[in-house]
């Protein structure tokens, strides 16, 4: 249990709903416990949790269960993320910030978004990506660039 | 470097994955051109806010809930769980194993031959059963003849033996074919149980053809010929042969006929005949007490080599099973 926070954050981004979230995560979790024996060791394990994390929640934001709309990352279920600290309009401004965030990170297409939120939040290498993903280096490298700009460009509008 | 190429290199850029001297061109261009230079600010300000993220953490609880959950399942899921997963490779096998057992019952139901078989496995008849079966009336041994007089004989029919009295005994012996000591095996174990009669519906049907590969009888059978028949039958089917052997003969057409004369002789019983190969194997019945003559007979037809030893005791009549070749 000691990668529950990052399966969840994990998760959490990608669903966009903290309960969501932990169903994934717990799920997530329970096959790891299933298939522990299966675990050739080839990989990191934290290697193998971000990807059977990563493809429960493309699994579940492409199938029919759930018919959230893309960039409805919702702010009331992040709403509780811990503040920043400092003075009450520093703590604003960052509110804004995040919020603006989470929305534009919600707006992207899933399989890019799952990059950003891997290497850009979570820090993994393309390396531990790929092998996650089960893509090419080439794909990580040339879907992250995108992915980014597409960011960039959302972020612009967000917050000009 | 176009401006172009430099944007498409912003996420190397920033990842430290350029080698030096495309990196330096690149940091060459940005230096140069203020778009790029605006673009690559902005992408670096995109990154820095996305790495200020706070880190999310689980729900209280989370882990206690995840343990809790990963007990063992209820027996009845696991249960279920073991039978169909994987479903596509399951649920097809256990269905193709579902139909070969009922295809495998239908057919044993419809196939009187495989009724049979199954029938051989049967236990043991009580004293009773086999006590009563030895009174019923003769008409076993009247279909008993019938079939031999059927049967397509291989050879001329022995000539007719001059009447003497053991000739009497030994026909009077030949209408006790279907003694019901005669199913006992000779070691005393007990006779095998046999079938029911075949049901009143099926008695005027055409007649199956008998264990040893008779042909069927052609004409239309009566209920008590057709008993009789499948009296026989199970005899043929239940009874293990006393003794069995072979016979090696320089003239096996000879050899059959002279074999035929040396049953006619000494009151034995033609049960059945068959081709094997290039055999000729012939299945009697004859008494107990005819046994030495016969071997010593069969021994002057051949080279006589049977298979074990008569035992002492048993039925007064015993099966002999002559596997007649060149």
Known sequence: ?160 | MTCEHARALFSDLADGRLGAPERAACKGHLAECAECRGEWQGFQRMLGLLRTLPRLRAPAGFAERVLAAAGPAPWPRRMLRRLFVPLPVKLPLEAAALILIVGAVYLVQRTPEMQRAVQLQAPAPAPEETLARSEQPSAPRAAAREMRAARAPASPPPPPAPSTARDDAAAKRREQTLDAKAYAPAEGKPAPRAAEAPPAAARTTEPAPGVLGQPALRHRATSSEAEAKAGVEKFLAVAPPTLSGRLAVADPAGAERKLAELMGTLGATELGRRRVGDATVIELELPRSAWPEFSRALATLGAWTPEGVVPTGGPDRMRVVVRLSR
């Open chain 1, 1 to 160: 249990m000691a990668y529950q926070h990052r399966v969840f954050a994990v998760a959490c981004r990608m669903l966009g709903s903290r309960a969501e979230a932990e169903e994934v995560a717990q799920e997530v979790f329970l096959r790891v416990h299933r298939s522990l024996a299966d675990f050739r060791g080839e990989a990191k394990l934290s290697t193998w949790l971000y990807a059977i994390t990563s493809r429960l929640c493309l699994n579940r934001l492409a199938s029919g269960e759930r018919r959230m709309a893309r960039g409805r990352q919702t702010e009331e279920t992040l709403s509780d993320l811990p503040s920043a600290e400092g003075d009450a309009a520093a703590r604003l401004e960052q509110k804004e910030i995040e919020t603006a965030l989470h929305r534009a990170i919600g707006e992207l297409a899933e399989e890019r978004r799952i990059l950003v939120i891997l290497r850009d939040v979570e820090g993994l290498s393309y390396e531990e990506i790929a092998q996650a993903l089960q893509l090419s280096l080439g794909t990580v490298r040339s879907r992250l660039h995108r992915a980014r700009l597409d960011l960039k460009d959302k972020l612009e509008k967000l917050m000009p």
